[in-house]
């Protein structure tokens, strides 16, 4: 099964717009962190913005916002305003605390592009 | 912020040769590197977990012979993809961590094209 579940392959956004990927995962292992990474055309992983299971806000990094809804083990990115350079392939990311080879486990990604 | 460096960022060579990828953390230690491998459209697939001082962890599938891992220093990782053939052709990303509940910092990847 999988562990971290990118239901949207695809999104078409207008410029300015706010876009929501959706992430759900699976796991349990009460203490897990939970990421997201951009990978623009050119390739390489930026990272976003990280929640960790025991934290009591959501996360928020500029026009990066992750909602998440713990007992819907759900960890959707929120990009608002969105920019012509937002464009890119959007990848869901989990570490869980009981790996011990503290490897991160990726979803398929959503390609998101932004309209003018 | 912290900085990982990969090199090549893109190789062609012909088949048979062997071709070695380096990932260096710039500012800080990375008691771990990870390395991926990213077709066309497709996801990160983690090829093995490379600790430093140690042998490198290999997930299953991936061959051990074929592609050598050394995690030399606490610093620097490096991939050999020995006698490469063309289905090696792919991109070749690295990360590190650092300490704690940090993220995976990434390189900028390798792309792999083997003639």
């Known amino acids: 099964a999988q562990k971290i579940t990118q239901t949207q392959p695809g999104m078409f956004v207008q410029e300015k717009e706010a876009v929501t990927l959706d992430c759900t995962y699976d796991?349990?292992?009460?203490?897990?962190?939970l990421f997201w990474y951009k990978q623009p055309s050119s390739g390489e992983m930026i990272f976003l913005i990280y929640?960790?299971?025991?934290?009591?806000q959501n996360a928020t990094e500029g026009r990066y916002s992750l909602n998440f809804q713990k007992a819907r083990k759900s960890a959707n990115l929120v990009i608002s305003a969105s920019q012509l350079g937002d464009s890119a392939m959007y990848f869901c990311?989990?570490?869980?605390?009981?790996?011990?080879?503290?490897?991160?486990?990726f979803g398929k990604g959503t390609r998101l592009h932004i309209l003018p | 912020g912290a900085v990982v460096s990969q090199h090549p960022s893109r190789v062609i060579c012909k088949s048979g040769t062997s071709v070695k990828i380096e990932c260096r953390s710039l500012?800080?230690?990375?008691?771990?590197m990870f390395w991926y491998r990213q077709f066309p459209k497709q996801s990160l697939m983690l090829m093995a977990t490379?600790?430093?001082?140690?042998?490198?962890?290999?997930e299953q599938g991936v061959e051990k012979d074929k592609f050598l891992i050394n995690h030399a220093s606490l610093t620097l990782s490096t991939l050999t993809v020995t006698s490469a053939h063309p289905e090696d052709s792919s991109f070749y990303i690295c990360?590190?961590?650092?300490?704690?509940?940090?993220?995976?910092?990434f390189g900028d990847g390798t792309r792999l094209s083997i003639l």
């Open positions: 796991t349990s292992d009460p203490s897990y962190g």
């Open positions: 990311a989990m570490r869980e605390r009981w790996n011990r080879d503290d490897k991160i486990i």
């Open positions: 929640q960790g299971s025991y934290d009591q």
């Open positions: 490379s600790n430093e001082g140690s042998k490198a962890t290999y």
């Open positions: 990360s590190a961590r650092e300490q704690g509940d940090q993220p995976q910092h």
């Open positions: 500012d800080f230690q990375a008691t771990t």
